[in-house]
């Protein structure tokens, strides 16, 4: 037993050196193989994802739409799950390729992803794994930037301050409202779909908890001002602050690590990060809802 343990154990340290000198074009190989299965069940729920939103848009009672949209969240999650279970995979591969610029990648191209938001210590423990000439080359120094925007912008941490404009071209400050009020970010766009359809959810928790120290500030990633202009007032949000982000002044996007939108973020009145949520569904929507009443309706 004793030969059989010393031989798999240099059968292994022999396939990690072997590992270590494979080509770029060896690892892509490894790793369309690796992704089979979970590539095979993304296909599957994709298609049954389209499948179920074709049906919402042209169903008419509203019991049926409700049950489809439930059906819709619940595909989504087996979404993410399956995007989590790929992302493990991933960690695991990378730890096993540390001289690999095609290995950083792979776990590089998840980090803005909502499954990707919960293991920002598993991705530090990763890339630190890597050898230093993968960390110090030009890929490896996007994902060291990343990372730091990813840690400020994570549950539990200090949000980042900032000073900008608003619609009536007052400046505001994130640092107004500490010791005083709960904020809301909303990062979303007049273009963007989900986040429009979010607005009067959004309406209803600004109503019901403003008063008591709850503030919502809505940041949109626009192409135009007039079109920004033209959807607050169409969706009648004017009562809560409104930021335009021109493109080439997006320093909030990035200090929130915002990589799509709806993407929504929740402040204390400490200025901490206590929530945070990426893309929309009715599963977000109970959390935020959740989180508030466990606010304002304890204290």
Known sequence: MKILNFFFIALLALTNTFAFAQSDEE??????????????IQDSIVELITENSSKIKIEKDT???????????????????????????????????????????????????????NFYDTY???????????????????????L????????????????????DN???????????????????ASWCGPCREELPYIKELYKKYHDQGFEIISVAKDDKTDLWKEAISKEKIQSWKHIFVPKDNANIINDY??????????????????????????NNKHDLQQLLKSIFEAE
């Open 27 to 40: 690892i892509e190989k490894m790793i369309v193989e690796l992704h089979k299965p979970t590539k095979k």
């Open 63 to 117: 019991a049926v739409i409700q049950r489809l949209k439930l059906r819709y969240d619940t595909l989504v999650n087996a979404y993410d799950e399956n995007g989590i279970n790929e992302l493990q995979l991933d960690f695991v591969f990378a730890k096993k390729h540390p001289n690999s610029l095609v290995a950083l990648q792979l776990i590089k191209r998840h980090m803005g992803r909502f499954f990707g938001m």
């Open 124 to 146: 530090v423990a990763v890339f630190q794994n890597f050898s230093p000439e993968i960390r110090n080359s030009e890929k490896g120094k996007e994902m060291e930037e990343k």
């Open 148 to 167: 730091k925007y990813f840690k400020q912008s994570k549950v539990g941490s200090i949000a980042p301050n900032f000073s900008l404009k608003d619609i």
């Open 170 to 188: 007052k400046t505001i400050s994130l640092a107004d409202f500490k010791n005083k009020n709960y904020i809301l970010i909303d990062f979303w």
């Open 257 to 282: 690590f915002v990589n799509g939108i709806p993407h929504k973020v929740l402040i204390d009145k400490n200025g901490v990060i206590i929530g945070k949520w990426k893309g929309s569904g009715e």
